[in-house]
């Protein structure tokens, strides 16, 4: 079970901090990351982090503002997101790989999904 936390009406050029807490079994060793969907548009990757590496990856259209984080401890991933622009407006979506894999970028790269959180950013 995924349960993230942290979404909310921002104004531009705000920061918004999501959190992602990961429970019924242990994620050691296999990716989280975020994607989100705007209306009407395509589900997004937004950035991913390799639990045990800690190697990242991010989406060009958020890279230098957003910053993933984890708590291995915790079983938990941040997404600490600042600079918002409107057009980051979006549900964002928790995920996890149930496995080991190579992709970070896709959908189907990822086993489990939380159920989203709005994140808004007026003009």
């Known amino acids: 079970q995924l349960v993230e936390s942290g979404g909310g009406l921002v104004q531009a050029g705000g920061s918004l901090r999501l959190s992602c807490a990961a429970s019924?079994?242990?994620?050691?060793?296999?990716?989280m990351g975020w994607f989100r969907q705007a209306p009407g548009k395509e589900r997004e990757f937004v950035g991913a982090?390799?639990?045990?590496?800690?190697?990242?990856k991010y989406a060009d259209s958020v890279k230098v503002r957003f910053t993933i984080s984890r708590d291995n401890a915790k079983n938990t991933v941040y997404l600490q997101m600042n600079s918002l622009k409107p057009e980051d407006t979006a549900v964002y979506y928790c995920v996890v790989q149930g496995r080991i894999r190579v992709g970070l970028e896709n959908p189907g790269d990822y086993d489990y999904w939380g159920q989203g959180t709005q994140v808004t950013v007026s003009s």
């Open positions: 019924g079994r242990t994620f050691s060793n296999f990716a």
């Open positions: 982090i390799r639990w045990g590496s800690g190697a990242k």
